[in-house]
């Protein structure tokens, strides 16, 4: 069964540098994902994209986080100037179309500690 | 703007004995919803979904979940506990025209032999 794969699958970075979250969705998926998991609390939405170009983003999605299908297999979040907050667990999702009904499909995550 | 709730973040049971895992939704218009697990140091895993139509859903694993319109309710069962069920469990609704997900807070799941 075609999966979500998340690189790293752990990621340490001092505060204030730059870290990049690659995800390959899944194929034939056209809706793109990022979400995140506070230790301890619950699975945010950041932000949603389609067709290139970000279709909702969170209040948490400020101008430090960016996405980007830079090719036609990954999906990455870009993180400009990371903060000790940021640390957390960041799935990536894909569902085959938007809308409610979808499930979407998750990776395994990237677990995001900022020293 | 829709909620999930759920009701114990921590349930132990018995190998063997029912589960029930409690999700409460707030939502203005019909709502979608699924039930996700998330094994440990793994992503999240659909156990099942509920959209339109029949109202007792059937997942993965012999997990059910049965959507209650006056309850605003959907709650996730299995008759019978098994070691591998341990677990945490989210219960979502689905929002908007990109389908993004709102997530209660998780359930942990403890299966005692």
């Known amino acids: 069964e075609p999966e979500v794969t998340q690189t790293p699958s752990h990621q340490v970075t001092q505060m204030g540098q730059e870290v990049i979250l690659r995800c390959v969705p899944i194929?034939?998926?056209?809706?793109f994902y990022w979400y995140r998991q506070i230790l301890g609390q619950k699975v945010e939405f950041l932000v949603s994209?389609?067709?290139?170009?970000?279709?909702?983003k969170s209040e948490i999605f400020d101008d430090q986080f960016s996405v980007e299908r830079p090719d036609g297999s990954n999906f990455t979040l870009k993180i400009r100037s990371t903060k000790l907050e940021d640390s957390a667990m960041y799935f990536c999702a894909s569902s085959v179309t938007g809308g409610k009904g979808p499930p979407q499909h998750f990776g395994d995550g990237t677990r995001l500690s900022i020293l | 703007a829709q909620s999930v709730t759920q009701l114990g973040s921590h349930v132990s049971v018995s190998e063997g004995a029912l589960v029930l895992l409690r999700c409460n939704y707030s939502?203005?218009?019909?709502?979608?919803l699924f039930w996700y697990v998330q094994y440990p140091n793994q992503g999240l895993q659909l156990l099942l979904k509920y959209t339109t139509g029949a109202t007792l859903v059937k997942g993965i694993n012999g997990f059910e979940a049965e959507f209650k319109k006056s309850e605003t309710s959907f709650h996730l069962t299995k008759p019978s506990a098994h070691m591998s069920d341990a677990a945490e469990y989210f219960c979502?609704?689905?929002?908007?025209?990109?389908?993004?997900?709102?997530f209660g807070q998780g359930t942990t799941l403890q299966v005692k032999p």
């Open positions: 939502s203005s218009v019909p709502p979608y």
């Open positions: 994209f389609y067709n290139n170009e970000i279709s909702e």
């Open positions: 194929s034939n998926h056209l809706y």
């Open positions: 979502a609704v689905s929002q908007g025209n990109t389908g993004k997900l709102i």
